[in-house]
């Protein structure tokens, strides 16, 4: 009898992990659908005001960044209280209009539209085969974050030097690593989700949101600097 009730238990015990793990994936891909709408609402305010335009070089590289790693702080602190959404959601209008001025830029190429649903649809491929394949995957990504960290601060000191370099083929290296190690860091990181490792939706929903911006961004770049039609 013992046996028999320590068995159901530990079944009981999984049943309701499992049930946690999908209310947490749940949740974090209808946040993040939702977290689109002020990223799109962001990008068309900054590209029909040109109010981003103006922060090119190591001001636009400071305020971004100001911003971005201010929010961040501000979601972490606030993911287990009723302001945890609408601070995110806040973030993600900051980030569409920071993403505005490179929109801006590729409009004004002659198939500019037709770069942006690109790139659009080229992230949304990455999604769904990241998302499957945390799915099928049974091996334990943690250790790959370690490195996939070292790489994103690569990434980011590289971007920094580019803004005194200003180098085209500079940039499209950094957006080339950039795409492959966000694609990454977009498959460890719901690869956590459904491992468990990850509880809490808001900062789940933040590091998958971080990792398309940043392949979206860096498909854009790439896609303006060998497919704009400038005539």
């Known amino acids: 009898m013992n046996d028999h009730n320590t068995t159901s238990g530990r079944f009981g015990s999984v049943a309701s992990q499992g049930a946690q793990r999908n209310k947490v994936l749940s949740n974090t891909y209808r946040l993040l659908a939702l977290s689109m709408i002020p990223t799109?609402?962001?990008a068309w305010i900054g590209v029909q005001t040109g109010i981003t335009a103006g922060l090119t070089g190591f001001m636009g590289l400071i305020v971004f960044l100001g911003g971005a790693f201010g929010f961040m702080y501000a979601i972490e602190k606030t993911k287990n209280s009723a302001a945890g959404v609408p601070v995110l959601l806040a973030f993600t209008f900051f980030m569409g209009l920071m993403l505005s001025r490179?929109?801006?830029?590729?409009?004004g190429f002659k198939n500019g539209s037709d770069l942006i649903m690109?790139?659009?649809?080229?992230?949304?491929?990455?999604?769904?085969?990241?998302?499957?394949?945390?799915?099928?995957i049974k091996r334990d990504l943690t250790k790959m974050g370690q490195w996939l960290f070292i790489g994103a601060l690569a990434i980011m000191v590289?971007?920094?030097?580019n803004v005194f370099v200003a180098s085209t083929a500079f940039t499209a290296v950094i957006a080339t690593l950039a795409i492959v190690v966000f694609s990454?860091?977009?498959?460890?990181?719901?690869?956590?989700?459904v491992d468990g490792g990850e509880t809490n939706y808001?900062?789940?929903?933040?590091?998958?949101?971080?990792?398309?911006?940043?392949?979206?961004q860096s498909l854009l770049a790439l896609?303006?600097?060998?497919?704009?039609?400038?005539?």
């Open 40 to 42: 799109v609402l962001g």
């Open 184 to 193: 990454l860091f977009l498959l460890h990181d719901l690869k956590r989700i």
């Open 158 to 161: 590289g971007a920094v030097i």
């Open 202 to 216: 808001i900062s789940a929903t933040l590091g998958v949101y971080l990792s398309l911006f940043n392949v979206f």
């Open 118 to 136: 690109t790139a659009f649809g080229g992230t949304a491929f990455i999604f769904f085969v990241m998302s499957n394949l945390s799915m099928v």
């Open 223 to 231: 896609l303006g600097i060998f497919g704009g039609d400038r005539e």
């Open 102 to 107: 490179m929109l801006a830029m590729v409009l």
